[in-house]
């Protein structure tokens, strides 16, 4: 990627719904070599799709909570199993897998505090070989942004 591609992910991020002649405008491309830059950085999975961003608390999902899952048992079978149930509750926000004191992360949004207690009641509790979990509530979210392009490191010459 160059300084064109990063460009074109930059603007695409702010605007999704920009026109390409708009697009092609603001990087300084003509058309054709615009358009066909996006089709490559679709093609190659840096454009993994276009999105509307959705407003959380008018969606009735304004509460936040961080949840920290220990397991009891990592093998390849039960992290699949837990990864494979997580993808399937809808109030899962995201998923991380961590290095350190527990095994996940996870981001969970709901109504209010009643609803959450419901879906660690219901849900969360239930995932596969769960041991423990911890629950962080959000009192205020300071920051929740798009990934910034940002032009690679050189690479050191060998």
Do not use: W
């Amino acid at each position: 990627m160059d300084r064109i591609d990063l460009r074109i992910l930059a603007e695409l991020q702010a605007d999704a719904r920009l026109s390409v002649v708009e697009l092609s405008r603001r990087v300084g491309l003509t058309k054709t070599p615009c358009a066909e830059r996006i089709r490559r950085l679709e093609k190659t999975g840096v454009i993994r799709g276009y999105h509307a961003e959705l407003d959380p608390e008018a969606m009735g999902s304004g509460h936040i909570v961080i949840v920290q899952v220990l397991l009891t048992s990592t093998t390849a079978h039960d992290l699949r199993r837990f990864n494979e149930a997580v993808m399937r509750i809808p109030e899962i926000q995201s998923c991380h897998m961590i290095a350190g004191d527990f095994d996940y992360l996870l981001k969970v949004r709901t109504r209010d505090i009643h609803e959450y207690r419901q879906v660690m009641g219901e849900k969360i509790s239930e995932l596969p070989c769960v041991k423990q979990t911890h629950t962080y509530v959000v009192m205020e979210n300071v920051k929740d942004g798009a990934l910034v392009p940002v032009p690679a490191a050189p690479r050191p010459a060998v």
